[in-house]
């Protein structure tokens, strides 16, 4: 590993995104969050990983399963949930909603709900970015889902062909909503190695393991940043819960759902820093209470915001 990291910090991170996301299910239960809901829980380790290598510069594009993304850019957990709650304090004045998180300020652009559509909005950026000579590079996170769309091909030959500073990052959690990839993708469950067609440099790495991500997405990064044009990583991983709130998981079985369980990175992860010496179990348990008191004021935060005036509906729409 090339950089310096706080290997504790990545475990505070992946952990609050953990109680973000209970507590998002909680309050949807209640009737507090409406509309659709889609949860990251499982997947922490590769939004952790990968957004830890980021510098200011860089811009964080994800899809609608964007909260973890936006909470590991380091968007404020306050006006994250009271988004989400339809709240004026929220990150676009309650209006946006969860599948539409967006922080221009953190360089986080996005929150998409049409799948494969955030992939040329961030070539785009990642354009802006080399035509403004920045030295930023993007980072667009998508699901297997969307590599059957037309316009992931698109994408991949545009950003080859004109060396855009950005790393494709597909969090390859094996369903596309109740789709399992193995029935409708020919050429099996490995994307990375289709990259070949683009002459994209590809890795695969196991999503499930927040220092294999990072050390990957660092390796793509530094080669990003020496003009070497577009990278691709695919992350396995797998999301613990259903597509979104509606969703009753009938097209799968518990014990696959339980052996992925089995590598949880909230409870891996901090078990391998102890045995690596690098924390104390009263440091992880302090990070615990002090993350599940974090989350219980968000929730705090969002439930007293006001919210949105009816006047503001016409402001911010454009047409
Ligand atoms: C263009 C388009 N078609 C269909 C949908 C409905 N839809 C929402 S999520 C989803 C599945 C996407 O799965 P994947 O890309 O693997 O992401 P994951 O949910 O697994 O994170 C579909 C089909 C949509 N939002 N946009
Ligand atoms: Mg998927």
């Given at each position: 590993m090339t950089g310096k990291v706080d290997r504790l910090d990545l475990f505070r991170?992946?952990?609050?995104?953990?109680?973000?996301?209970?507590?998002?299910?909680?309050?949807?239960?209640?009737?507090?969050?409406r509309g659709f809901?889609?949860?990251?829980?499982?997947?922490?380790?590769?939004?952790?990983?990968?957004?830890?290598t980021l510098g200011d510069n860089d811009y964080v594009v994800s899809h609608y399963r964007d909260h973890g993304h936006a909470l590991a850019r380091g968007v404020d957990v306050n006006r994250l949930m009271a988004e989400l709650f339809g709240r004026a304090t929220g990150t676009s004045k309650g209006k946006g909603g969860s599948m539409h998180i967006f922080d221009v300020a953190k360089g986080f652009m996005g929150g998409h709900a049409i799948v494969a559509g955030q992939l040329p909005l961030a070539a785009g950026l990642a354009l802006a970015q080399q035509y403004n000579k920045t030295d930023g590079l993007t980072i667009c996170f998508f699901g297997d889902?969307?590599?059957?769309?037309?316009?992931?091909?698109?994408?991949?030959?545009?950003?080859a062909v004109w060396k855009l500073p950005i790393l494709f990052f597909l969090e390859n959690n094996m369903y596309g909503m109740g789709t399992s990839i193995e029935r409708v993708?020919?050429?099996?469950?490995?994307?990375?190695?289709?990259?070949?067609?683009?002459?994209?440099?590809?890795?695969?790495?196991?999503?499930m393991d927040v220092l294999a991500v990072r050390e990957a997405t660092e390796l793509a990064v530094a080669r990003i940043r020496n003009g070497e044009g577009p990278q691709f990583i695919e992350a396995k991983t797998f999301r613990f819960v259903g597509?979104?709130?509606?969703?009753?998981?009938?097209?799968?079985?518990?014990?696959?759902?339980?052996?992925?369980?089995?590598?949880d990175p909230i409870n891996v992860y901090p078990t391998r820093l102890l045995e690596m010496g690098i924390a104390k179990s009263d440091q992880i348990d302090q990070i615990k209470t002090?993350?599940?008191?974090?989350?219980?004021?968000?929730?705090?935060?969002?439930?007293?915001s006001p919210e949105p005036e009816l006047s503001e509906i016409h402001?911010?729409?454009?047409a």
């Open positions: 991170q992946m952990y609050l995104v953990r109680q973000f996301e209970i507590a998002c299910g909680e309050n949807y239960s209640k009737g507090l969050i809901l889609h949860l990251y829980t499982g997947q922490e380790a590769t939004g952790v990983g990968a957004i830890s889902g969307a590599t059957n769309q037309g316009i992931y091909h698109e994408t991949m030959n545009l950003a993708r020919a050429g099996g469950i490995d994307f990375y190695p289709g990259m070949a067609t683009y002459e994209i440099p590809a890795a695969e790495v196991d999503g597509h979104s709130l509606a969703d009753g998981q009938k097209y799968r079985g518990q014990e696959e759902v339980k052996e992925w369980e089995r590598r002090e993350v599940d008191e974090v989350v219980a004021k968000a929730v705090e935060f969002a439930e007293q402001n911010d729409v454009l």
